[in-house]
């Protein structure tokens, strides 16, 4: 199972982005998806995490301004980022915890994307 994270780039505070982030493989199903970021010389954080059924949860430094959503068909996550600040500058990781089948049944693990960063600046 692999995650390819997208749509990071360099943006105007107030302005937006998109992020998108894929899982594909040998996939059952997936349960929980999140974004997380990591600022410089900071900790990893949760920004956002939907579930397969769709109930969102967000950061409250994010919370009015990121959405997250899910397309299950394309097992893929979203944020779309709006009135961005400098302060969200970071790397965003998506996460994703995959049901797989193994020869002795079906496990749960959790995968991370690689990385995509977003820069908020003038």
């Known amino acids: 199972v692999q995650l390819q994270a997208s749509g990071g780039g360099l943006v105007q505070p107030g302005g937006s982005l998109r992020l998108s982030c894929a899982a594909s493989g040998s996939i059952l199903s997936i349960n929980d998806m999140r974004w997380y970021r990591q600022a410089p010389g900071k900790q990893r954080e949760l920004v956002a995490s939907?579930?397969?059924?769709?109930?969102?949860d967000y950061a409250d430094s994010v919370k009015g301004r990121f959405t997250i959503s899910r397309d299950n068909a394309k097992n893929t996550v979203y944020l779309q980022m709006n009135s961005l600040k400098p302060e969200d500058t970071a790397v965003f990781y998506c996460n994703a915890e995959v049901t797989t089948a193994q020869p002795m049944g079906t496990i749960i693990t959790d995968y991370w994307g690689q990385g995509t960063l977003v820069t908020v600046s003038s």
């Open positions: 939907i579930t397969s059924g769709g109930s969102t």
